[in-house]
């Protein structure tokens, strides 16, 4: 092993394993009470293995046998390992939406690595929300911290058709309206969707934010792209056990890796791969956790310079995370974009991240295009700002009908989910496909958590006539599987008396992409008069966790992070004496 920093009374666990009085012989003989000798902890590190499993999680299904790989590397390594178990986020069952639960996440990770006699941790997480959520914690306690993604599921089969996550439940459904395909067939495609453990295989929220966590620098090289059931992902595992061991000698924190050139890298590389709109909202919160004041205007700044040219959907409508993985993986998308990279910055290998992809290629030019030839020539989003979104909000141009680029047409505009839901249904609904459809009250506070609505369903009389795309606009969020001219993350939020509160169905909505523009065609002495009538709605909470969270989380454009949560590294680690 290189480059030890620490000695094993340096360790942190040293406090709870090492010293000769009262309290030390209660850790000792309460760990030997589980069957361990001295002989396990000794001089070790104690590697903390933050497991997002659950019964009830279908995209970490596998980390209850992957985490018996993360322990045999690290006692090959010379570490003791303990698992601590943390709450899971399972994306489609956790209700009312896992966004309400990110920042939980974010507390339990920090505070079980606090409360424990821990010296570096291994991070399992991949479904949507548990990135975030635990990089955020690790980065706050800022202790050696690797994150070991939980890898893509295989592509979905129907009939030999290749099936997406999210992206062909939407397509299949609008099918299945315009009468297009019967039940049996929607059947069939629900059973064909999913077919192994592993998180969304089409880009989405969760390939999004593992592939940021490893152009972050957190990841070992090449990991994020490893599919699910694949033998590279169980070496993988070992491979992080291994690594955590070194890097707690070492003592590379967080703090070391993340710079603002490492937080312009992963935005970077979001870009070139079209990501989910969510991988906006975690990475403020990330970077404002580290100290840098990472904001929509870094996305719109970077997006205008970097192509998508990961061709996976819902770009493009082929290739998938497992065809990702056989043309190269994150480490030839990484090595295609390297000169927007800047490859000095360093990484959980404790080289850089131009080192790790020295050697990385494409081996299929289809499904991870040149630089000049993109399959969308500037990055997948932008960053709205006008009279309806003064701090800003976001639109995936790479996913959506170009029409809608610049478009002006009446808002028709619905308070509350259920009354979309029932309007879109209703076959007389006064819309036309220029028709801007507006749902409000479901941002951080509103929704509350700011739920994936954001693609509103386009009505169902205009399905039936082939319309496929309008323009939507929400404070809510979109699932990053969706796609759509939907304008998502309206800050401030419609119900906290945001803009998006003034605005009536039949007001006229100008977006302007270009420009960078979003505004309500609304003269200002009428939005005042509009201002004054409006009354705020009931809380949605008067007890519990969803209080707490009502009373704390910030607006979209700052990441949705608590307000007391974000500040840089957090207190240091040497807590009082034991
Ligand atoms: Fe877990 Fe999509 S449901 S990543
Ligand atoms: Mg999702």
Same mark, same amino acid.
């Given at each position: 092993?290189?480059?030890?920093?620490?000695?094993?009374?340096?360790?942190?666990s040293?406090?709870?394993?090492?010293?000769?009085?009262?309290?030390?012989?209660?850790?000792?003989?309460?760990t030997?009470?589980?069957?361990?000798?001295?002989e396990?902890w000794?001089g070790?590190?104690?590697?903390g293995?933050?497991?997002t499993?659950?019964?009830?999680?279908?995209?970490?299904?596998?980390?209850?046998?992957?985490?018996?790989?993360?322990?045999?590397g690290?006692l090959?390594?010379?570490?003791f390992p303990?698992e601590?178990?943390a709450?899971?986020?399972?994306?489609?069952l956790?209700?009312?939406?896992?966004m309400?639960?990110?920042n939980?996440?974010a507390?339990?990770?920090?505070e079980?690595?606090?409360?424990?006699?821990?010296?570096a941790?291994?991070?399992?997480?991949?479904c949507?929300k548990?990135?975030p959520?635990?990089?955020?914690?690790?980065?706050?306690?800022?202790l050696?911290?690797?994150?070991?993604?939980?890898?893509?599921?295989?592509r979905?089969?129907?009939?030999?058709v290749?099936?997406?996550?999210?992206?062909d439940?939407?397509?299949?459904?609008?099918?299945?309206?315009?009468?297009?395909?019967?039940?049996?067939?929607?059947?069939?495609v629900?059973?064909?969707?999913?077919?192994?453990?592993?998180?969304?295989?089409?880009?989405?929220t969760?390939?999004?934010m593992t592939?940021?966590?490893?152009?972050?620098g957190?990841?070992?090289?090449?990991?994020?792209?490893?599919?699910?059931?694949?033998s590279?992902?169980?070496?993988l595992?070992?491979?992080?056990?291994?690594?955590?061991?070194?890097?707690?000698w070492?003592?590379?924190k967080?703090s070391?890796?993340?710079?603002r050139?490492?937080?312009?890298?992963?935005?970077?590389?979001?870009?070139?791969?079209?990501?989910?709109?969510?991988?906006?909202?975690?990475?403020?919160?990330?970077?404002?956790?580290?100290?840098?004041?990472i904001g929509?205007?870094?996305?719109?700044?970077?997006?205008r310079d970097v192509?998508?040219v990961?061709?996976?959907?819902?770009?493009?409508d082929?290739?998938?995370?497992?065809?990702?993985?056989?043309?190269?993986?994150?480490?030839?998308m990484?090595?295609?974009?390297?000169?927007h990279l800047?490859s000095?910055?360093?990484?959980?290998?404790?080289?850089?991240i131009?080192?790790?992809?020295?050697?990385?290629q494409?081996?299929?030019s289809?499904?991870i295009?040149?630089?000049?030839?993109?399959?969308y020539?500037?990055?997948?989003?932008?960053v709205?700002?006008?009279?309806l979104?003064?701090?800003?909000?976001?639109?995936k141009v790479?996913?959506?009908?170009?029409?809608?680029?610049?478009?002006?047409?009446?808002a028709?505009?619905?308070?509350?989910y259920?009354?979309m839901?029932?309007?879109?249904?209703?076959?007389?609904?006064?819309?036309?496909?220029?028709?801007? +459809?507006?749902? *409000?009250? #479901?941002?951080p &506070?509103?929704g509350?958590?700011?739920? $994936?609505? %954001?693609?509103?369903?386009v009505?169902?009389?205009?399905?039936?006539?082939?319309?496929?795309?309008m323009?939507?606009?929400?404070?809510?969020?979109?699932?990053?599987?969706?796609?759509?001219a939907?304008?998502?993350?309206?800050?401030?939020?419609?119900?906290?008396?945001g803009?998006?509160?003034?605005?009536q169905?039949?007001?006229m909505?100008?977006v302007?992409?270009?420009?960078r523009l979003?505004?309500?065609?609304?003269?200002d002495a009428? +939005?005042?008069? *509009?201002r #004054?009538?409006? &009354?705020?709605?009931?809380p949605r909470? $008067?007890? %519990?966790?969803?209080?707490?969270?009502?009373?704390?989380?910030?607006?979209?454009?700052?990441?949705?992070?608590?307000?007391?949560?974000?500040?840089?590294?957090?207190?240091?680690v040497?807590?009082p004496?034991i």
């Open positions: 092993m290189s480059d030890h920093k620490k000695k094993p009374e340096d360790l942190r040293h406090r709870w394993y090492g010293v000769q009085d009262l309290r030390a012989f209660g850790h000792r003989s309460r030997m009470q589980m069957g361990y000798d001295a396990d000794t070790k590190p104690v590697i293995i933050i497991n499993w659950s019964d009830i999680n279908q995209c970490h299904v596998h980390f209850k046998e992957r985490v018996a790989d993360v322990k045999r690290v090959q390594a010379g570490g303990i601590l178990p709450i899971s986020l399972s994306e489609p956790v209700k009312p939406t896992t309400l639960y990110r939980l996440l507390i339990e990770t920090e079980l690595i606090r409360s424990h006699p821990v010296d941790v291994v991070l399992m997480g991949g949507d548990t990135t959520g635990l990089l955020m914690g690790a980065i706050s306690m800022d050696p911290t690797i994150f070991f993604p939980a890898g893509p599921m295989l979905g089969n129907w009939k030999g290749k099936l997406g996550s999210g992206s439940t939407w397509k299949y459904y609008d099918d299945l309206r315009a009468g297009k395909i019967t039940q049996q067939d929607w059947n069939e629900e059973e064909g969707i999913a077919r192994s453990f592993g998180h969304c295989m089409t880009m989405g969760a390939s999004t592939s940021i966590a490893e152009a972050l957190f990841v070992l090289p090449g990991g994020a792209s490893i599919p699910a059931p694949d590279n992902h169980i070496r595992a070992a491979q992080c056990g291994r690594r955590i061991v070194e890097m707690a070492e003592d590379l967080p070391d890796i993340l710079t050139d490492s937080f312009e890298n992963c935005i970077a590389a979001a870009m070139a791969m079209g990501c989910s709109t969510n991988a906006i909202i975690h990475v403020v919160a990330m970077g404002r956790r580290a100290g840098f004041d929509l205007e870094d996305f719109d700044r970077i997006g192509p998508v990961a061709n996976i959907r819902p770009n493009g082929t290739y998938l995370m497992e065809d990702f993985y056989y043309a190269g993986g994150l480490k030839a990484l090595k295609t974009i390297e000169p800047k000095d910055a360093l990484t959980v290998t404790g080289r850089s131009g080192e790790n992809i020295a050697s990385a494409v081996y299929d289809d499904v295009r040149p630089l000049d030839n993109p399959i020539e500037s990055g997948a989003l932008v709205l700002k006008g009279n979104a003064p701090d800003g909000c976001v639109m790479s996913a959506m009908d170009s029409r809608f680029l610049k478009h002006t047409g009446p028709l505009v619905f308070d509350d259920p009354a839901k029932a309007a879109i249904a209703d076959e007389n609904l006064d819309a036309t496909e220029d028709t801007v +459809l507006i749902l *409000r009250n #479901a941002g &506070k509103g509350p958590g700011m739920p $994936e609505w %954001g693609m509103l369903p009505p169902t009389k205009l399905v039936k006539q082939g319309v496929r795309d323009l939507r606009m929400s404070d809510a969020r979109m699932s990053g599987t969706s796609y759509g939907c304008i998502l993350h309206v800050a401030p939020e419609a119900y906290i008396g803009p998006l509160a003034l605005v169905t039949g007001d909505i100008t302007d992409v270009e420009k979003i505004q309500m065609e609304v003269d009428e +939005l005042e008069r *509009r #004054a009538a409006w &009354k705020p709605l009931a909470y $008067e007890r %519990g966790y969803g209080w707490m969270f009502s009373q704390h989380i910030l607006q979209a454009d700052s990441g949705c992070d608590f307000d007391y949560l974000e500040t840089d590294f957090g207190a240091p040497d807590e004496a």
